[in-house]
């Protein structure tokens, strides 16, 4: 399995992004996709995911901020976050957990400005 992540870039304060993560390979059956963000000095932290019937769930800095969808048919997972603030800057890796395993896609930068 093979993800390609877009979207991202430098963003205003109080803006709002879309990333996008497309799946490619074997993705039969159920699996997981969803966001990850870190910064230099943190921890990893979960933005977001989604399983294939729909069960979301969001990390506590962006509930009521974030919302992640996906496409089936595309394979592709979609996270939407508003209201951006300085500590939303990150870099942010998609991810897909299928059975046993997880794949990662590329780090994608995202910085909030003033």
């Known amino acids: 399995v093979q993800l390609q992540a877009s979207g991202g870039g430098m963003v205003q304060v109080g803006g709002s992004l879309t990333l996008a993560c497309a799946a490619s390979?074997?993705?039969?059956?159920?699996?997981?996709m969803g966001w990850y963000r870190q910064t230099p000095g943190e921890g990893r932290e979960l933005v977001a995911s989604?399983?294939?019937?729909?069960?979301?769930t969001y990390g506590e800095s962006v509930k009521g901020r974030c919302t992640v969808s996906r496409d089936n048919a595309k394979s592709t997972a979609y996270l939407q976050l508003s209201s951006l603030k300085p500590e939303d800057t990150a870099a942010y890796y998609c991810?897909?957990?299928?059975?046993?395993?997880?794949?990662w896609g590329q780090g994608t930068l995202v910085t909030v400005s003033s």
């Open positions: 989604i399983g294939t019937d729909g069960l979301m």
């Open positions: 991810f897909l957990i299928q059975g046993g395993d997880a794949y």
């Open positions: 390979g074997r993705t039969l059956g159920t699996y997981y």
